[in-house]
């Protein structure tokens, strides 16, 4: 069953977590300095933050997280079929996993992600601008430093 995603650009990763786990009524499943997650049953939801220098605040992007390849791939087809650039990602470590991801964006530009994640990782990893997914080019630009 796939799960939908929001992450969100906060200033202040402490105070939101308080006020993420009140509200959630759980603490995060995974928390670092710079990041926090909650995957949430009741609504499912994929729901995390994190702190990077050079973004702007409020909704980064939404996605569909899938639990297997076949999820995926039916994702990735809707994606493809609604008329906007894609971006084919690929395999990427990013927010602390490794993971296989598309993006696009809508036509307001509202920024959208379509992944299965397979493991965990030891870093947060890169981050890729909404600029490069409404255009779908593929550069990457490192995370902020620590």
């Known amino acids: ?29 995974m928390i670092k300095n710079d990041y926090a997650k909650w995957m949430l049953d009741d609504p499912r939801v994929n729901f995390a933050m994190s702190s990077h220098c050079g973004t702007e605040r409020g909704v980064e992007h939404i996605g569909i997280q899938s639990e297997n390849a076949e999820e995926l791939a039916d994702v990735y087809g809707r994606l493809k079929e609604a008329g906007q650039p894609v971006l084919d990602e690929g395999e990427v470590t990013c927010c602390y996993a490794q993971s296989e991801k598309n993006w696009t964006s809508d036509p307001d530009g509202v920024v959208w992600e379509a992944f299965l994640s397979s493991g965990e990782a030891t870093h947060y990893g890169d981050r890729i601008d909404a600029e490069q997914v409404k255009t779908a080019k593929p550069p990457r630009k490192e995370c902020c430093a620590p």
């Open 1 to 29: 069953m796939k799960r939908i995603h929001i992450h969100l650009s906060v200033k202040n990763i402490e105070k939101s977590v308080a006020f993420y786990s009140k509200l959630f009524g759980q603490e995060p499943t």
